[in-house]
């Protein structure tokens, strides 16, 4: 391998491909590669290894951010993008808990991001892989053809099929990615869909636009219905356009650029006349993007600007309900609740302190913290899909501190985090009910005591 220091002067170009003086192709082309000023932030002091999930996994070095940050300098020196090297950065969770633990304040976010982006138009899968890769994208940013599904699989569920499929074992041995998408399928439940404008209930604070989402509002309404209800509660209109599509966050973490972009441009010119004074968003990983829509098109000579603007109005729906303060009256919910960081609202967009706030803030409930708390809980968009067995180890480790807390409700502010450790508890033979942050306030401001909360998820 090139050395780390390697001087870039040895490299040529030929026919238009990046290449070195061998003709090997290099890793990265000129098109936003991994900046070298921020690989140089990483002194390779390893606090972010304990912090790691691949790392806690596998105990490879080269699967830590320290390691991929040294084959991203690589790439750069001159290395080719091999399928070794390709398949590290595939592991990555995208979880940035390394963000948060490293003191050097590396921005591995941005480094993983290029990179990825570099991998998915540079390096050449398997057949097998790019079908898988294909049927996922698309699907799930599409949420249209993902509510299409909704009526095969409440019939599945309904006949006792899917319990049968389980007990059986088959799936599990024959196509381990079918398996994990059976486990993940939550209970699904028929709820209205809002109109585009909900008015305030009280005294008018905020026009508010919200992201209705893919998966969000295919297989979890009642979550957006709850959200709903409490941005009115708290003096918010709220504008729903039914025209909305995907934010581009999953596409944009699996480093399909473009598609990310073109997602992005239309969410801004959907609610360009909205007249919002914040985008509130109920999914981390949706959150963290939206916020970053300012970098992903920047280039964008027509959206750059408008994109800066939405991005500073995005706000996770805890931001602004602490940011607003509350108005609507609390009412008891006497239970034990644990809380768990979704990755990409912890870590990614450093809001931990705020749903803590709101959950403490309703009387009778008592917090419970869980152990490891920065150990991604395997989901991390599709990477459970792609990556099923240390997926559902990852989800068993974080199944066990969930049910170690003894608390009567899991709360979290992310699809894929409840989908996640709802199946692995499932598997664990253990029973905890899980819920939205906004639903554990949606009940206690309408009253409705802890029975309804109770029977979610289980």
């Not at 919910?333 to 706030?357: E, F, I, K, S």
Request: glycine share 10%; proline share 7%.
């Amino acid at each position: 391998m090139a050395d780390i220091d390697a001087p870039r002067g040895a490299l040529g170009e030929t026919g238009g491909v990046p290449r070195d003086v061998l003709g090997a192709v290099r890793a990265f082309d000129d098109d936003h590669p991994p900046a070298r000023e921020l690989i140089s932030d990483c002194v390779h002091c390893g606090f972010c290894l304990p912090t790691c999930p691949t790392y806690v996994l596998w105990g490879e070095e080269m699967d830590s951010p320290r390691g991929r940050i040294h084959l991203m300098s690589q790439g750069l020196n001159g290395e080719p993008l091999s399928p070794s090297m390709v398949g590290h950065f595939d592991n990555c969770l995208g979880c940035m808990s390394c963000v948060t633990a490293c003191p050097s304040g590396v921005r591995y976010d941005r480094l993983i991001e290029d990179t990825r982006a570099q991998v998915e138009r540079r390096h050449p899968r398997g057949a097998k892989e790019r079908a898988l890769r294909k049927a996922i994208f698309a699907l799930f940013p599409y949420p249209r053809r993902l509510r299409l599904l909704r009526g095969p699989l409440r019939a599945y569920q309904a006949t006792g099929l899917q319990r049968l499929v389980a007990r059986t074992g088959l799936l599990e041995r024959l196509a381990p990615t079918l398996a994990t998408l059976d486990s993940l399928a939550p209970r699904l439940r028929r709820v209205p869909a809002p109109p585009r404008l909900v008015r305030a209930r009280s005294p008018r604070r905020a026009v508010v636009g919200m992201l209705t989402g893919c998966v969000q509002r295919a297989f979890f309404p009642d979550v957006n219905s709850a959200t709903v209800r409490i941005l009115a509660a708290e003096g918010c209109d709220v504008v729903l356009p039914p025209s909305q599509g995907c934010c581009g966050a999953l596409s944009v973490h699996n480093g399909r650029a473009d598609e990310a972009r073109e997602f992005a441009r239309r969410l801004i010119d959907t609610f360009a006349d909205s007249g919002m004074d914040y985008f509130v968003v109920n999914a981390a990983g949706c959150g963290s993007s939206l916020k970053e829509y300012g970098v992903l098109l920047a280039d964008d000579a027509a959206y750059a600007e408008r994109a800066a603007a939405f991005a500073a109005r995005v706000r996770d729906l805890s931001e602004l309900l602490v940011e607003l303060g509350p108005v609507a009256e609390r009412h008891p919910l006497p239970m034990t609740v644990a809380y768990h960081d979704a990755c990409h609202l912890g870590h990614a967009q450093g809001v931990r302190a705020q749903p803590r706030a709101l959950l403490t803030g309703i009387p009778g409930l008592e917090l419970r913290e869980i152990a490891e708390p920065d150990i991604c809980c395997g989901s991390a968009g599709v990477w459970n899909v792609l990556n099923p067995g240390p997926a559902a180890e990852l989800g068993a480790r974080k199944a066990g501190n969930v049910l170690a807390t003894g608390a009567d409700l899991l709360v979290t502010a992310n699809p894929g985090c409840l989908m996640q450790v709802a199946a692995a508890v499932r598997r664990d033979g253990g029973s905890i009910a899980l819920a939205h942050t906004a639903q554990v306030l949606d009940a206690s401001i309408r009253n409705l005591g802890p029975a309804q909360l109770v029977s979610l998820g289980r």
